[in-house]
């Protein structure tokens, strides 16, 4: 079971996960102050990275920033032993390819063949 960050402390079952598909200012207490979190994430089977908005409109800094926040993140937790899976999501076509940037800014940090989540929400149009 995925638990919203937001409905955590309604939940007690040791196994769940928290996610983060949330609006980023739900959750922007663990991306300015991951510390004050560790005891809470550890009642838990682990964490999904917080998955930071990439808007395909803004601008590739701010889409790359928060790639990089989500995997910061995800990686601190890791390192306080709490498990976690990393959240894939991609903003604009700079962000998935190799057309603008050398390297797919949406997939670095993240091991090959690994368990990921990918964040979906806004970036699909239609069925």
């Known amino acids: 079971m995925i638990v919203p960050f937001t409905e955590r402390n309604r939940v007690n079952d040791g196994k ?3 996610g983060f598909n949330e ?13 004050m979190f560790i ?14 908005s990439l808007y395909r409109d803004a ?6 920033t928060n790639v990089y926040r989500n995997r910061a993140i995800g990686s601190y937790y890791q390192r306080k032993g709490i498990y ?3 959240q894939i999501r991609w903003g604009s ?12 800014v949406a997939f670095l940090g993240v ?4 368990i ?5 929400y806004g970036c699909i149009q239609s069925k």
């Open 116 to 120: 990921v989540a990918i964040g979906t």
């Open 84 to 86: 976690v899976v990393p």
């Open 23 to 35: 609006m980023d200012v739900k959750f922007s207490q663990v991306l300015a102050a991951p510390e």
């Open 59 to 64: 601008p590739l800094s701010v889409q790359i």
């Open 16 to 18: 769940a996960m928290i």
């Open 39 to 52: 005891d809470d994430f550890r009642r838990f089977s682990g964490i999904i990275s917080p998955d930071c």
């Open 111 to 114: 091991m090959p063949h690994s």
């Open 93 to 104: 076509e700079a962000t998935y390819t190799t057309d603008v940037l050398p390297e797919k």
